[in-house]
């Protein structure tokens, strides 16, 4: 999986979940922002890169 992906990914679901129509559209994207971080992170570590964390925006 590329990372520039997840990182657009990631933002795209940060910008929804602030925008939601709802309360479970603005859930649902957070859980997916939520995803994208863990993936970010699991992949930074297999490229021997440091984890920068991502915590405190999603």
């Known amino acids: 999986m590329d990372l520039n992906y997840?990182?657009?990914r990631h933002q795209i679901s940060l910008?929804?979940?602030g925008s939601?129509?709802?309360d479970?559209?603005?859930h649902a994207h957070r859980g997916l922002a939520t995803g994208y971080r863990q993936r970010i992170a699991a992949l930074?570590?297999?490229m021997g890169a440091a984890a920068m964390t991502l915590d405190r925006v999603s």
Do not use: I
């Open 20 to 22: 939601g129509s709802s």
């Open 15 to 17: 910008m929804r979940a």
């Open 44 to 46: 930074r570590e297999t």
């Open 6 to 8: 997840l990182l657009h």
């Open 24 to 26: 479970e559209a603005r």
